[in-house]
């Protein structure tokens, strides 16, 4: 394993004879990534520091933060200074640098909202070239870097364009409305959405640092509308929502119905409170994580017909 902070960094281990021929992994924080085996070469840890502002004007601030900063740490920062734009992305595990390549969303946000550019180095010849929300392709949880981009480059910065006051709040998705409301709150500060988002998520999903997992599974799937239709007509609170293309279903909800939130195997299983959440409760291996993956596809399509899609890089 080799780490690094800088681009001159980062252009000496490429060319380092010590690790020449090895295969080549770049990691941020790891935690959108299932291990089933070791790794055979050299992992390249991404940890690229630094929070600026690179232009403002009356409305509007250009934040760049380097690939290596912890997405919640940024996050913090930017409610910190009343910058607003993330606070729905708040708690979200990672590096800023994976952001843009899952195109990371929650809670009716995603990154490429508040997405101004990207800079990345192109490994081939070590240049430094600029993405922006056009180049990077985004789409639902991927982007160019995760298709024909992936380890094509690596994420060095990226850089957001986020709202000064007054701000626009996103509080009608899952339970932010609720959660101000039980808080007592009926004028919500971008703080306010902030540590709303932060309980709901603490009350439904496990800390990665306490119980082993990668977050979100699978994908929300996007089905025709006569999908939708067949499958209300047999489960009448099936959870859905308009998305381009057709509707979005809620695959923790699939994957409930299908009977397996709570199920557990050989020291591993799906989350009692997320059935989206696959955990490791201790000794399990990545490969029996995945064949787990696998049988709850199977399940949900012989069920449902809809075929569910991981999330999670799988290596």
Partial sequence: ??????????????????????????????????????????????????????????????????????????????????????????????????????????????????????EALRISDGELVTFDRTTCRFGYRESFFKREGRDLFVILSVTFRLDKAPHTLHTSYGNIQQELEHRGIQHPTIQDVSEAVIAIRRSKLPDPAVLGNAGSFF?????????????????PDVVAYPAEGGYKLAAGWLIERAGWKGHQRDGHGVHDRQALVLVNHGGATGQQVFDLSKDILRSVYERFGVELEREVNIL
């Avoid at 959108?32 to 929070?51: A, C, K, Q, S, Y």
């Avoid at 997405?71 to 595990?93: D, K, M, R, Y």
């Avoid at 994908?219 to 489960?235: H, S």
């Fill in 1 to 118: 394993m080799a780490r690094f902070r800088t681009v001159e960094e980062l252009r000496t281990l490429l060319h380092s004879k010590q690790l020449e021929g090895l295969p080549r992994l770049f990691l941020g924080g790891g935690s959108n990534v299932l291990f089933t085996r070791d790794w055979p070469g050299v992992v390249l840890l991404n940890e690229v520091p630094g929070i600026a502002v690179v232009y403002e004007d009356d409305h509007h601030v250009h934040v760049k933060a380097g690939a290596g900063v912890p997405w919640h740490a940024f996050v913090v920062h930017c409610v910190e200074q009343n910058w607003g734009g993330v606070e729905n992305l708040s708690l979200i595990p990672g590096k800023v640098g994976a952001a843009p390549m899952q195109n990371i969303g929650a809670y009716g946000v995603e990154i490429k909202d508040t997405f101004q550019e990207l």
């Fill in 219 to 235: 994908k929300n799937p996007v089905v025709d509308p006569l999908v939708l239709e067949a499958i209300r007509a047999e489960y």
